[in-house]
Nanobody, 111 residues
Framework: QVQLVESGGGLVQAGGSLRLSCAAS????????MGWYRQAPGKQRELVAT???????NYADSVKGRFTISRDNAKNTLYLQMNSLKPEDTAVYYC?????WGQGTQVTVSS
C-alpha cells in the first residue's frame, strides 16, 4: 500500500511563507522521483516542482526563485518551502510519486 500524506497547508498573508510536507509510506521512497502539483478551483492541475532520486530539481516558472523542493530520504518525506507567497499561489497542493497522489493540503494566500 502506497500512501502519500500532505500536511502544512493553511492561511497566510501575501509575502508570507509556508512549508509543506509529504510523508510517504509503502514504497521505496529514495528510488522515486517526487513532485508537487497544485490545483485551483476550475483550473487544471499543474506541476509546481519535481525532485529526482539524484536530488536534481525543476520548477514551474511561476514559482522559480520563491519555492524550494527538497527531500529527506531517511525520513521518507518530501518538502516544499514556499516563500514570498502570492494570492495566485492559492490552491490545493498535492504530493505525487508519478503513480499515486496524496489527498492534498489547502494553501490560501490572502492579499
Amino acid at each position: 500500500q502506497v500512501q502519500l500524506v500532505e500536511s502544512g497547508g493553511g492561511l497566510v498573508q501575501a509575502g508570507g511563507s509556508l512549508r509543506l510536507s509529504c510523508a510517504a509510506s509503502g514504497s521505496i521512497f529514495r528510488l522515486r522521483t517526487m513532485g508537487w502539483y497544485r490545483q485551483a478551483p476550475g483550473k487544471q492541475r499543474e506541476l509546481v516542482a519535481t525532485i529526482t532520486t539524484g536530488f536534481a530539481t525543476n520548477y514551474a516558472d511561476s514559482v522559480k526563485g520563491r519555492f524550494t523542493i527538497s527531500r529527506d530520504n531517511a525520513k521518507n518525506t518530501l518538502y516544499l518551502q514556499m516563500n514570498s507567497l502570492k494570492p495566485e499561489d492559492t490552491a490545493v497542493y498535492y504530493c505525487h510519486d508519478f503513480v499515486y497522489w496524496g489527498q492534498g493540503t489547502q494553501v490560501t494566500v490572502s492579499s
